[in-house]
């Protein structure tokens, strides 16, 4: 393989990963277009979930996996219950939130992201991951495999969101 079609190849894979990434946060904001921030704010199911939650949530875990890329493990806080309840709170829309806010937070967390996707100097770059109940100790993830656990959670998401828009209002987003 020469370089140039190495550097092609590179270029594709990040555009692919974008493309992908970019439609599912869509779907996430479209899913949620035309609320009011009561509605976004609503429990319709026996689920904790909200709409502003899960939009909350989505966007605040973007923004931990982008550092990640960048700075590795340090980026997440030591797992204990302190932080297992900062967790929890990034599903809740606060009171002095605005679905407008979430929404804009969403837009500039997902330039970040893009840029470094676009220009981080290899998508092979790892870093071990934090210790948390739901990582394999000493497990290690690619810049690579950092944005495909993005878009997946993302996606993941919007179809939550999906299933809560329509029980508040009857709109569908997905189908």
């Given at each position: 393989m020469?370089?140039?079609?190495?550097?092609?190849?590179?270029a594709?894979?990040?555009?692919d990963?974008l493309?992908s990434?970019?439609?599912?946060?869509?779907?996430l904001?479209?899913?949620?277009?035309?609320?009011?921030?009561?509605?976004?704010r609503?429990?319709p199911?026996?689920?904790?979930?909200?709409?502003?939650?899960?939009?909350?949530?989505?966007?605040?875990?973007?923004?931990?996996?982008?550092?990640?890329?960048?700075?590795?493990?340090?980026?997440?806080?030591?797992?204990?219950?302190?932080?297992?309840?900062?967790?929890?709170?990034?599903?809740?829309?606060?009171?002095?939130e605005?679905?407008?806010?979430?929404?804009?937070?969403?837009?500039?967390?997902?330039?970040?992201?893009?840029?470094?996707?676009?220009t981080?100097?290899s998508?092979?770059?790892?870093?071990e991951?934090?210790?948390?109940p739901?990582?394999?100790?000493?497990?290690?993830?690619s810049?690579?495999?950092?944005v495909?656990?993005?878009?997946?959670?993302?996606?993941?998401?919007?179809?939550?969101a999906?299933?809560?828009?329509?029980?508040?209002?009857?709109q569908?987003?997905?189908?």
């Amino acid at each position: 393989m020469t370089s140039t079609e190495t550097t092609t190849a590179v270029a594709a894979e990040r555009a692919d990963l974008l493309e992908s990434l970019t439609k599912h946060r869509w779907w996430l904001a479209h899913t949620v277009h035309g609320l009011t921030d009561e509605q976004a704010r609503l429990r319709p199911t026996v689920s904790e979930l909200t709409l502003g939650g899960l939009l909350k949530h989505v966007t605040a875990m973007e923004r931990m996996w982008a550092e990640f890329m960048v700075t590795g493990p340090t980026t997440f806080p030591a797992f204990d219950e302190s932080t297992a309840e900062e967790w929890a709170a990034e599903f809740v829309m606060g009171p002095h939130e605005t679905l407008a806010g979430l929404l804009a937070d969403q837009a500039a967390v997902a330039v970040r992201t893009d840029e470094l996707v676009r220009t981080l100097p290899s998508l092979d770059v790892a870093h071990e991951l934090p210790p948390a109940p739901w990582f394999t100790p000493g497990a290690r993830w690619s810049a690579r495999r950092v944005v495909l656990h993005v878009i997946a959670e993302t996606a993941q998401h919007a179809g939550h969101a999906d299933v809560l828009r329509e029980t508040i209002d009857g709109q569908k987003s997905m189908g």
